[in-house]
């Protein structure tokens, strides 16, 4: 009875799991040198197994991590741009021009004196009663010139009873500006 | 808000389907004097019946000859702003001036 104590506590011992029943060892003290060095190498194998595993698990990680901060400067770069461009944007938005038109390329009409013009990008409550655009500066004023005599003659046309105030006041504006070639001689 | 994206026939055809302005001849480009009670009240440029994209500074100088919000302007080339509604906003707003 005290022997079978002894084996069974000798197996509780080798075996935490108690899984074991059969009694293969000889002495019946504990697990035989061939049983301990093949629970040794198990244990070394998964010994192993465990440190690949963690090893690749770290290696993981440390991808993770590079990844995640890559992520972030990535973001924080993607943050900067954003506000470059805005502030550029800004930039280009207040940039004028300042000009001079000498002339109406016209064989018809020309001007009483150079016009000063402003070249710049309008923003929403800005606007131009006089528009020319084009895709170099010089397209953009010839443009104007052309939008000059034709408001010119357009308004010019209409008596100035069926103009409403502020049309009245552009024909006054263009008549200062303008006058047809012919008119002085 | 913004003007949308419009081609230049569409704001043409809004603009001379619904606006009808009266266009004087002899003009380079072409334009429309909008008349409100026999009154010229606004004289646009009519833009070209191209299929580009119309470039948003000039969509806004034509929405401000006609003197309507970029709101406005849209409803008005989507078509949901008919011509009558246009000279009611018109009329309201050169009163204000």
Redesign the interface.
């Known amino acids: 009875m005290e022997r079978k104590k002894e084996i069974k506590g000798g197996r509780l011992e080798a075996s935490p799991s108690g899984s074991h029943t059969g009694a293969s060892t000889g002495t019946g003290v504990g697990p035989s040198t061939r049983e301990k060095s093949v629970k040794s190498l198990k244990n070394t194998k998964s010994l192993k197994v465990k440190i690949a595993k963690t090893s690749n698990s770290h290696a993981l990680n440390d991808n993770m991590e590079q990844s995640g901060s890559t992520a972030k400067e990535l973001s924080l770069l993607k943050n900067e741009i954003k506000d470059l461009k805005e502030r550029l944007k800004n930039l280009e938005e207040n940039l004028s021009v300042n000009t001079k038109i000498y002339d109406l390329a016209s064989d018809e009409y020309e001007l009483n004196f150079p016009v000063d013009i402003i070249l710049k990008n309008v923003s929403d409550d800005e606007v131009l009663e006089l528009y020319g655009e084009g895709n170099t500066e010089s397209g953009a004023i010839d443009e104007l010139k052309i939008e000059m005599i034709d408001i010119y003659g357009m308004l010019n046309d209409i008596p100035d009873s069926n103009l409403s105030k502020k049309l009245k006041s552009s024909k006054r504006i263009i008549n200062k500006l303008i006058k047809k070639k012919n008119e002085n001689k | 808000m913004k003007i949308n994206d419009f081609t230049e026939k569409q704001i043409r055809e809004a603009i001379i389907g619904k606006i009808k302005p009266l266009v004087?001849t002899?003009?380079?480009?072409q334009?429309g004097?909008v008349y409100?009670e026999?009154?010229?009240?606004?004289?646009i440029?009519i833009p070209n019946s191209h299929k580009r994209v119309m470039?948003h500074?000039?969509s806004?100088?034509i929405a401000?000859a006609l003197k309507l919000e970029?709101r406005e302007f849209n409803d008005l080339v989507k078509c949901t702003l008919t011509g009558p509604k246009y000279y009611k906003i018109l009329k309201t707003k050169?009163a204000n001036?």
């Open positions: 004087p002899g003009c380079k480009h334009k004097v409100l026999g009154m010229a009240v606004a004289t440029t470039h500074n000039k806004k100088h401000a970029c050169i001036e």
